[in-house]
């Protein structure tokens, strides 16, 4: 089971940026993609980017993809998660997990989960 910790949440004005890490160990010997997926307070846990292990690959949902941008450090087995021009709404919890699938967006194909970690965005 790969062990998944991220970091670099905070509490940051509307219109300001913030970088979150996740460094992955144990990864599985299948893995495709590592993604982040984020959960605001009283909703459901909803996909925001992924990329592949090789890191060629990416993907974005449509509420960010010009606003952030996923990249991996190959070396490090570390993904980030720059975000830019932050909004109220992207206030939530932000996980990032591990999937050996091919749908990355859908968040039953991911089987390892970091604990997660808050960003706040103020109005």
């Known amino acids: 089971q790969a062990l998944l910790v991220e970091s670099g949440g905070g509490l940051v004005q509307a219109g300001g940026s913030l970088r979150l890490s996740c460094a992955a160990s144990?990864?599985?010997?299948?893995?495709?993609?590592l993604g982040w997926f984020r959960q605001a307070p009283g909703k459901g846990r909803e996909f925001v980017a992924a990329i592949t292990w090789s890191g060629s690959t990416t993907y974005y949902a449509d509420s960010v993809k010009d606003r952030f941008a996923i990249a991996k450090d190959n070396p490090r087995n570390t993904i980030y998660l720059q975000m830019n021009s932050l909004k109220p709404d992207d206030t939530a919890t932000y996980y990032c997990?591990?999937?050996?699938?091919?749908?990355?967006?859908?968040?039953?194909?991911?089987?390892?989960w970091g604990q997660g970690t808050q960003v706040t965005v103020s109005s």
């Open positions: 997990a591990l999937t050996k699938g091919l749908r990355v967006t859908e968040q039953g194909e991911y089987n390892d």
């Open positions: 144990g990864r599985p010997y299948s893995t495709y993609a």
